[in-house]
């Protein structure tokens, strides 16, 4: 057995690390389907009542100039704690914005340069392209990353739904109880 062998390099990555050149490695991802790994995290009645709590409980102290669906969003990111890319795309723009707010902003067509030729997409890379736009912090990404976090988000949106209507359904039926409370007084 080389000494190459044995320390577990390959001859070329070793020749390559000599020369200067930069090393590329890529990431090991699992063979799993991503329904997989998705079922026990937004699937799970645990984490749907972890998130229903948490948003419940945001929802009561959150002012009247937040929105629901924007404190409903925080908390899905905080309840899959940063793993995703969305996640942290939604934790962060809460700090972004806020900052922007203290800074003094530049016109749109003055960061973008403007003026530059657009380079026409084919159907596929427009679709992807708007696909990127519609999950948090994926606007830039590959394709394969892409579509594992699309379907992490669509897991986590459903699960939001279902806690959502959950939720309603038990103010709903508090309300009415209520409603009745003090009709009968």
Known sequence: ??????????PSTLLRAQSGQRLFRRSR?????????????????????VYSLKLYNALRRSRRSTTVRDTADK?????????????RAILVSRVRTSL????????ASAVRGGGGRSRKLSAVGSRVRDLGGL??????????????ETADYIAALEMQVRAMTALSKIMSEFQSSEYKLRSAL
Do not use: I
Not at 135 to 148: F, I, S
């Open 29 to 49: 991802r699992n063979s799993e389907a991503p329904e997989s790994h998705l079922s026990w995290r937004w699937r799970a009645t645990v984490t749907q009542k």
């Open 135 to 148: 999950v948090p912090g994926c606007r830039r990404t590959a394709l394969p990353e892409l579509l594992d």
């Open 100 to 107: 922007l707010r203290h800074k003094n902003t530049k016109p």
């Open 1 to 10: 057995m080389s000494s190459d062998q044995e320390s577990g390099t390959n």
């Open 75 to 87: 908390m899905l990111a905080a309840t899959a704690r940063g793993a995703t890319r969305w996640s």
